[in-house]
């Protein structure tokens, strides 16, 4: 499977599809305040593990960061 990860290709040779829980995982995105997008689509937290990334999907996976 290749997907575009933050305007970056990534090929997943052992999946076809991938849920966005997974990807973090595969990834190491472990940062608390991150938000995902699939295809320009805000996918929620609790959606996580249910929104499903496929072949050929642009993802946006975002740390927010704040401070003064």
């Known amino acids: 499977m290749k997907i575009l990860l933050n ?3 990534e090929l997943f040779k052992d999946h076809t ?7 973090l995982k ?5 940062f608390p305040m991150i ?3 699939i295809n320009g689509k805000l996918i929620k937290r ?3 593990s249910d929104s499903i990334i496929k072949s050929g ?3 946006a996976a975002v740390h927010l960061i704040s401070g003064g």
């Not at 599809?17 to 990807?23: C, F, G, N, Y």
């Not at 595969?26 to 472990?30: A, G, R």
């Open 7 to 9: 305007n970056r290709e």
């Open 17 to 23: 599809e991938i849920s966005v829980e997974e990807l």
């Open 26 to 30: 595969l990834k190491n995105f472990t």
């Open 35 to 37: 938000i995902v997008k």
């Open 46 to 48: 609790p959606e996580y």
């Open 57 to 59: 999907d642009n993802v």
